[in-house]
């Protein structure tokens, strides 16, 4: 496990998020990628039921690490266990509860390009298509202050501008030995925004 | 035929075949005179049937399937027309003489053979593989053809380990103690001064190493005899075995931060390759710097050069290429360090 990025890569108006993940499909698969299955990173939110203070849980599985199961406070603390928490989490719905329609996913082919993994996945909430998210991970280095630049180059060539800087959620632990988990803050922070951007949209129709 | 006296086995069979197919072509044509010779006769006989039915006993009925009452009748009847009869004996007699030929020339053709095949001596199976040729149930597998494309390959290797041989023997710059590829003079001079250091002194020697490398941290076992194995960490960029005899560097491999040359039960694994492509191509290159670093008359020397050779490495993923100011080339970084200067070039952007 390496440093990964993810970005959200824009559709643009009038197309179609299946038109664009084959265009990008295309571009990696010329850059000499070669496709190496498919991924699938999945997110279901929880919410407290009987505290004072309300407080949100989330539960994200990735198919890079089929064993584990990431329960993400809000607060950003992290707890990485084996997939039996899921079981737990049926147990304990009298605290916390699923919140309805809010199960998001992010799926799509990964590639394998040298020492580089890249994934191109369409998000969905509650079925419907929200958006692109473009994850690349350099599998030798563990410090992403060291390989920024390096992975710079390559994102640059398959996002564009959008990798001028590195993601947010990963630019205060740029020095921090990367964790699977990091690479899972990535993607939560992306499923919220998605989240928000459908939550802010629905009231005007 | 015409049979020389000397003839390879292979010839002597390619003839004794021949001679087989010409004596069977000669035994086919006895069978035709002789069917043509019984067809004749059979028509001949039905034909004086219907000419001659009222002289003709009842017992020609079946004359044309019963030789020997065909044979007697005929011979009764040949009385009756002394013309036509004698046209018949000349006919007889044609196809008796083609019969007399077709035989001699089998009686011929048999001798021919008889005398090829006393020449034929027992064939000798060479090896299990010409069995294998034989097998009737083989002809469908490739086992056979691939076998023997094995053997060929096999040959023209050894051939090729001959010739490198050669060359190799002329070349003065050995590392190898061994009797077969060195002279026994040039062993006594070299081994002791790299390669018999004691123990003691390599231990306290590496020991210093990493007392002065801050990037690096060497440690060394003994988990093979008494062969040294000193691992290096490089900050959290790569991990390297380094396997030496004496002060000899014998072995390199570099592998991931987060790779290890521990097997499952806790042995080093000096021999597997990392899964990175980055780390396989800066192993091939440690293993070139090991070489050039080479120094029997100064081992101290030679392993410090190498060591600071690889902490260049600590920039693996950070430093663009000298050359070309990029990242990547062939979506790999430089992998690279210069001898002298331990500038980072990707491996198309050496000179
Ligand atoms: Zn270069």
Request: net charge neutral; aromatic share 8%; with cysteine.
């Amino acid at each position: 496990m390496g440093v990964s990025c993810v970005y959200d890569y824009p559709v643009p108006d009038g197309r179609s998020g299946a038109q664009v993940v084959d265009v990008l499909q295309k571009q990696v698969e010329t850059m000499g990628a070669y496709k190496t299955g498919n991924f699938h990173i999945d997110c279901e939110t929880y919410q407290s039921v009987m505290l004072n203070s309300p407080k949100t849980l989330h539960i994200l599985h990735n198919s890079e690490h089929p064993a584990s199961c990431f329960a993400i406070l809000d607060s950003g603390n992290t707890l990485v266990a084996d997939t039996l928490f899921n079981g737990l989490m049926s147990n304990l719905k009298n605290y916390y509860q699923a919140r309805k329609g809010a199960k998001i996913e992010s799926k799509g082919q990964r590639y394998q390009l040298a020492d580089f993994v890249l994934k191109i996945g369409s998000v969905s909430l509650a079925g419907s298509f929200k958006g692109i998210l473009v994850e690349v991970e350099y599998s030798p280095s563990l410090v992403a202050m060291e390989c920024w630049n390096l992975m710079k180059e390559l994102l640059q060539s398959i996002v564009g501008n959008i990798a001028e800087t590195p993601p947010q959620t990963l630019k205060p632990r740029m020095d921090e030995t990367f964790t699977p988990t990091m690479a899972m803050l990535q993607y939560l922070e992306h499923f919220n925004n998605f989240r928000n951007k459908a939550a802010m949209s629905q009231p005007a129709r | 035929m015409n049979h020389e006296p000397v003839q390879t086995p292979t010839e002597l069979i390619q003839a004794s075949i021949h001679l087989i197919q010409k004596l069977r072509t000669g035994v086919g044509q006895v069978f035709k005179d002789l069917s043509d010779g019984i067809s004749e006769h059979a028509d001949e006989n039905s034909s004086k049937e219907e000419t001659d039915s009222t002289a003709a006993s009842s017992s020609t009925k079946d004359a044309a399937k019963d030789k020997n009452s065909t044979i007697s009748s005929q011979n009764q009847k040949e009385g009756s027309g002394t013309e036509k009869s004698e046209d018949q004996q000349e006919k007889h007699r044609a196809i008796l003489r083609t019969l007399k030929r077709s035989l001699e020339t089998i009686s011929h053709d048999f001798s021919d053979l008889e005398k090829t095949g006393g020449h034929l001596g027992p064939v000798h199976m060479l090896s299990n593989i010409d069995y294998l040729s034989l097998d009737p149930v083989d002809k469908n597998t490739v086992m056979h053809p691939q076998l023997l494309q094995a053997y060929k390959w096999t040959n023209k290797m050894h051939e090729l380990a001959n010739q490198a041989f050669t060359v190799l023997s002329q070349n003065s710059l050995k590392r190898t103690q061994s009797p077969f590829f060195t002279s026994a003079k040039k062993q006594k001079g070299s081994l002791p001064v790299a390669c018999l250091v004691p123990p003691v002194a390599v231990d306290t020697f590496v020991h210093n190493l990493d007392q002065s490398n801050v990037d690096m941290s060497i440690s060394i076992s003994r988990p093979l005899g008494s062969c040294g194995v000193m691992q290096i960490d490089l900050k959290r960029t790569l991990r390297a075995v380094v396997v030496l005899r004496g002060l000899m560097i014998e072995w390199v491999k570099v592998k991931g931060f987060d790779e290890t040359f521990k097997t499952e039960d806790g042995q080093i694994d000096i021999w597997s390759s990392s899964r990175y492509q980055v780390f396989q191509k800066i192993t091939d290159h440690a293993e070139a710097a090991s070489l050039h670093y080479y120094a029997p008359a100064k081992p101290e020397i030679a392993i410090k050069s190498f060591v600071l050779w690889l902490e260049g490495f600590s920039t693996l993923f950070s430093a663009p290429c000298h050359k070309c100011g990029k990242h990547l080339q062939n979506n790999m970084p430089p992998t690279w360090r210069d001898f002298r200067s331990r500038e980072p070039f990707h491996d198309v952007c050496r000179m």
